[in-house]
T-cell receptor, first 109, second 116 residues
Framework: AQRVTQPEKLLSVFKGAPVELKCNYSYSGSPELFWYVQYSRQRLQLLLRHISRESIKGFTADLNKGETSFHLKKPFAQEEDSAMYYCALSVGGAQKLVFGQGTRLTINP | GAVVSQHPSRVICKSGTSVKIECRSL??????MFWYRQFPKQSLMLMATSNEGSKATYEQGVEKDKFLINHASLTLSTLTVTSAHPEDSSFYICSASDRRDTDTQYFGPGTRLTVL
């Protein structure tokens, strides 16, 4: 069965430090992976997806099929990066998203 | 662009009543709309997928007679929680995918349902 695991519920780093939010997936098909972000009192919004291979707000994520991972990284964290981050897997070509449990990232000044 | 609205944002109802939640794509036509449920401090769980003009596809364990979904147009889907009970209290979120970019889902702000 398809599954997305985000092992860290909470992650706290200092401003300017590198940040990595971990995401592992389990899926027998060809994975399409996404990172969604939810800032305080705002709706869930797409941060980036692996097929576009783009960097958004300084964040990048590389799909590693060997390790079945899609970790989200940013070299220098900023206070405005504090938010809830969800890794998601699209399954079956039907756009259905399976979400991880989410990681609450806090950037300390 | 790509804005999805939900109405109401929060609703409180008595046990046994039915509640309707609307999900609208404001500036695009949505091929598909999705309904999620989120319990406190937990992740989003997909309840059902609806395509305009056809019956919704429900996820395993979701009662289709309890959670009625109607997708009458390319910009509107509704979720009706019938005969609501306190255990139905939750945060319900819809999303929609633009027919021009079906890989991306745009999320609504969610509806907080409290059943007394």
């Amino acid at each position: 069965a398809q599954r997305v695991t985000q092992p860290e519920k909470l992650l706290s780093v200092f401003k300017g430090a590198p940040v990595e939010l971990k995401c592992n997936y389990s899926y027998s098909g060809s994975p399409e992976l996404f990172w969604y972000v939810q800032y305080s009192r705002q709706r869930l919004q797409l941060l980036l997806r692996h097929i576009s291979r783009e960097s958004i707000k300084g964040f990048t994520a590389d799909l590693n099929k060997g390790e079945t991972s899609f970790h989200l990284k940013k070299p220098f964290a900023q206070e405005e990066d504090s938010a809830m981050y969800y890794c998601a897997l699209s399954v079956g070509g039907a756009q259905k998203l399976v979400f991880g449990q989410g990681t609450r990232l806090t950037i300390n000044p | 662009g790509a804005v999805v609205s939900q109405h109401p944002s929060r609703v409180i109802c008595k046990s046994g009543t039915s509640v309707k939640i609307e999900c609208r794509s404001l500036d695009f036509q949505a091929t598909t709309m999705f309904w999620y449920r989120q319990f406190p401090k937990q992740s989003l769980m997909l309840m059902a997928t609806s395509n305009e003009g056809s019956k919704a596809t429900y996820e395993q364990g979701v009662e289709k007679d309890k959670f009625l979904i109607n997708h009458a147009s390319l910009t509107l889907s509704t979720l009706t929680v019938t005969s609501a009970h306190p255990e139905d209290s939750s945060f319900y979120i819809c999303s929609a995918s633009d027919r021009r970019d079906t890989d991306t889902q745009y999320f609504g702000p969610g509806t907080r349902l409290t059943v007394l």
